[in-house]
C-alpha cells in the first residue's frame, strides 16, 4: 500500500466531525501552511487509531525486572514503520533553522506535539521524544560535521538513542554554575570525573550517545563561562549507572532515568561540542524549543485528562444517589473551568512558539518563561479533577490518570523549576517600575490641568501625597456619594513617625464648594477620661438624693445578672411561693383544725413550745 493510500484510508475511518485543522486557534490559523494542516490531522488519526491502543500493548511487552532494562517493547518498531510511510517523521526540527527536518515551524509543530503528548508511544514511534529531539538540535546547530555524521544520522533515523547529563546529585543544580563534575584536557582527551543523575534516556539499550555538561574552566572569572558541553559514548569505561529512579514509583522503563557515576572517563576532544566555555550558551539554545515541547504534550495530556473526566461523569453504570455526576455539585463547573483553562494555556505556548519562529529563542525567554510555568500547573489541576471524579479508580493503574499525573507533575522541576523562571520574570517585570510611576504622575497631572480647564477644583491624589509624604504631612481624602446630593467627605489624617495614625482626629460632611478644610492645630482636641468622669461627677452631685458617685461600669450588669435583679425587686418582701405539697399539707391541717380532730402534729408542736418557754 503507498502512503498515499494508506493516509486516506486512515483519514476515512475517522468519525469525527470535526478535524484538528479547525480545531487550531483563529489567531494562529494564518500562520499555519496548508500543509501542517493536513499533517495534523493525520498525525490526530495516527495517536487515536494506533498509538493510544498501542500503549497497552507496550506496558505488557516491557516485562518485569531487569528484562525492563535489557530490552524494549517490539511494538515500537511496527508504530515507527507505519509513522514513516505516513510521512510523520522529525516533525520536531523548525524550518527556519535546521534543513533536517520534515519541514515545519515551531508553532506547526507545537499543533502536533499536543496531539503526541496523548499517547505514551506516539512521541517515540514519530522519532520526537525526549530527549532526543534536544539532543539532535544541539548536534544539528552546534555540532561539527563529523559529530553530525557520526552521532545526528543514526539520530534522525531513529537507529539509535541518546541521554542529556546535567543535574548534579550533591549541588543545587538548579543554579547551573554550581555544576561540580570536572573535564580536565590532557593531550588529546578530556578526562571526566564526577556524577549525574536524573540522565533521562540513559536506561534505554538504544541508548550510545551522551550529551554531557560540566567544568572546564573552574578559574575563569566569568562564572558563565567555566561550563562546556561534549559527547560521551555510553559505555566509556569509566562510566557507571548506579540506579535507575523512579518517578512516584513509576520507573518509566525502558527510558528510564539513571544516577552516573564517572571516574577517570576518557573522551577524545573531538567531541568537544562548539568549544571550551560555551556550555550555557548550548544550554539556552537547547532548552527553550525544549519546554515548549514539554508544554504542548502537557497540554494533550490535560484534554487526554479532560476526555476521561467526562466519561465517567456520564457513565450511566455509575450513579452515586441515583444521579451521573455530571447532575451532582461543581462537577460541571470543574469540566468549564478545565476547557477555559486548557484553552488559555494553549494560547500562551503558541506565543511563544511564533516568537521563536519570528527571531530565535533567546528573543522569547519571557514568552517560554510563562508558558513552562503556566501549563504544568493547568494540567495538573484538570489531572487532579478526573481523579476526585474517579474516585478510587483514578489513583490505581485501572487508568492513565495517576502515571499522568506523576508525569505531568516533573514538568514543574524539569528543565529548571518554576521558582527560578518566575523570579527572574519578575525582576524583569519590576524593572518597569519607574517608567510607570512616571507614566500614572504625567496622567495625574494632566487630569488637574483639566479640572483647572473647566473651572473645577482639583481633588487630592493618594498617590501623589505617598509620593512626597513627610513625618507632619496632612492627608486629605475626597469622597463621592452617589446615591445622595452632591457632597463630599473630607478627613484629616496625620503621619508620626512616617506612619499614617488609624485615629480620624477631624470628621465633617462640607458643601462640594466649601472652603478648604481647617488646619490640623485648630482641630478639637479630644477629651481625656478624667475629663469626663468630672462632667459625670458633677451631674450626679447635683442630684441631693444620690449621695454616692457610681461608676457607670458599676451599673453595667449581664442580661442574665439584670433578670435575676428584676426578679428580687419584683418579689422582696413577699411570702415564698408554696410547693404543691406545702399547699395541700397546709389546706388538710386547716380542715382538721376547724373541725375538731386531732392535730396529728400537735402533741409535737407544744412539747416543743414548753420546751422553749423553760
Known sequence: M??????????????????????????????????????????????????????????????EGERRWSTYPPIIDDLKAKAKRLGLWNMFLPKNHFSQGAGFSNLEYGLMAEYLGRSRTASEATNCAAPDTGNMEVIAKYGTDAQKKEWLAPLLEGKIRSAFLMTEPDVASSDATNIRLTMRKEGNEYVLNGSKWWSSGAGDPRCKIYIVMGKSDPNNKDVYKQQSVILVPAGTKGITIKRMLSVYGYDDAPHGHAHISFKGVRVPASGMVLGEGRGFEIIQGRLGPGRIHHAMRAIGSAEKALEWMLARINDPAKKPFGKSLSEHGVILEWVAKSRIEIDAARLIVLNAAIKIDEKDAKSALKEIAQAKVLVPTMALTVIDRAVQCFGAAGIC?????????????TLRIADGPDEVHLQQLGKNENKRGKEVREKLDRQMQAADALMRQYNMQPKAHLFAYFTSLTPTSTIQFHFKNPNTKPHIHIYTLTLISTTMSSNV?????????????????????????????????????????????????????????????????????????????????????????????????GAEEKEKSAEEKN
Not at 478639637?524 to 454616692?548: A, F, G, I, W
Not at 457610681?550 to 445578672?561: H, L, Q
Not at 415564698?576 to 376547724?594: G, I, R, V, Y
Open 397 to 409: 493503574q485501572d487508568t492513565p490518570l495517576a502515571n499522568m499525573w506523576a508525569q505531568t507533575r
Open 2 to 63: 503507498s502512503k498515499s493510500d494508506f493516509s486516506q484510508n486512515l483519514l476515512a475511518s475517522s468519525s469525527k466531525p470535526q478535524s484538528a485543522a479547525d480545531k487550531i486557534p483563529i489567531i494562529a490559523r494564518h500562520a499555519v501552511s496548508e500543509r501542517a494542516k493536513q499533517t495534523l490531522n493525520l498525525i490526530e488519526k495516527f495517536v487515536d487509531e494506533e498509538c493510544i491502543p498501542a500503549d497497552t500493548v507496550f506496558h505488557t511487552q516491557l516485562g
Open 505 to 601: 482626629l477631624a470628621s465633617r460632611d462640607v458643601n462640594a464648594s466649601a472652603p478648604s478644610p481647617p488646619k490640623p492645630t485648630d482641630a478639637p482636641k479630644p477629651k481625656s477620661m478624667d475629663y469626663h468622669r468630672q462632667v459625670l461627677q458633677s451631674r450626679l452631685d447635683e442630684n441631693k438624693t444620690q449621695q454616692t458617685y457610681i461608676s457607670p461600669s458599676d451599673t453595667i450588669m449581664s442580661p442574665c445578672t439584670a433578670k435575676l435583679s428584676a426578679y428580687k425587686s419584683k418579689h422582696f418582701l413577699k411570702a415564698k411561693p408554696q410547693s404543691l405539697f406545702a399547699k395541700a399539707s397546709s389546706k388538710n391541717l386547716a380542715t382538721a383544725s376547724s373541725s375538731g380532730a386531732e392535730n396529728p402534729f
